[in-house]
């Protein structure tokens, strides 16, 4: 849905806007927090998996077959919007607006406070799985309404993925593994340290 939406905009001359844009990722993070947290957790980034991990708030050997899923995934979403749209736009790939360092510096701020809104709202059990998926869809909506139009607001190495496995363009695509990873892990730890 998240990049559906940017390839409609870029089709439809800017009809969904950035805001709707960031309402669509926020949105599907929220519907499917909702919808999958108490099957799979609702795992749907490999850095917050790995940041989970690490918290003790998810099993380590399942860390690798986790990713592989949210990979197989997101290049399963690419492939079918290539089906649909064919290539007339990027198909939502990520890349920096300005300097690769800027967007580094965004995508680590972004997915830290992302990470610590998680273990956040899954370590009060009186939230639930609706209050959680709002919390974790409105964290989501505001970093990609912050930073969509500098990083593309990845967040995410698998949403990063697939739109640049199909389109085989791997510019820049280095950022979209390290630092939404980075930030996730220095979102664990503070929370750990911080309040556990």
Known sequence: ???GSIIVDQIYDGAVTHIGISLAFGLAVFLIVFLFGNIS????????????????????????PYITAQLGGAVAASFSLYLIFGN????????????????????????????????????DEKIGR?????????????????????????????????PAIVNMNFESHWIYWFAPIAGSLVGALL??????
Do not use: W
């Not at 490999?46 to 050997?61: D, E, H, W, Y």
């Not at 965004?106 to 992302?114: A, D, P, V, W």
């Open 1 to 3: 849905m998240g990049t």
């Open 191 to 196: 929370y750990r340290h911080a309040f556990k």
């Open 130 to 162: 609706v209050g959680s998926g709002a919390a974790i869809g409105m964290i989501v909506a505001i970093d990609a309404f912050v930073g969509g139009r500098v990083s593309g607001a990845s967040m995410n190495p698998a949403r990063s993925f697939g």
């Open 41 to 64: 957790g609702a795992h749907i980034n490999p850095a917050v998996t790995i940041g989970l991990a690490l918290c003790k708030r998810f099993q380590s050997n399942q860390v690798i």
């Open 88 to 123: 007339s736009t990027t198909l939502g790939i990520t890349l920096p607006s300005g300097s690769p360092q800027q967007s580094f510096v965004f995508e680590f701020i972004m997915t830290f406070l992302l990470m610590f809104v998680i273990v956040s709202v899954s370590a």
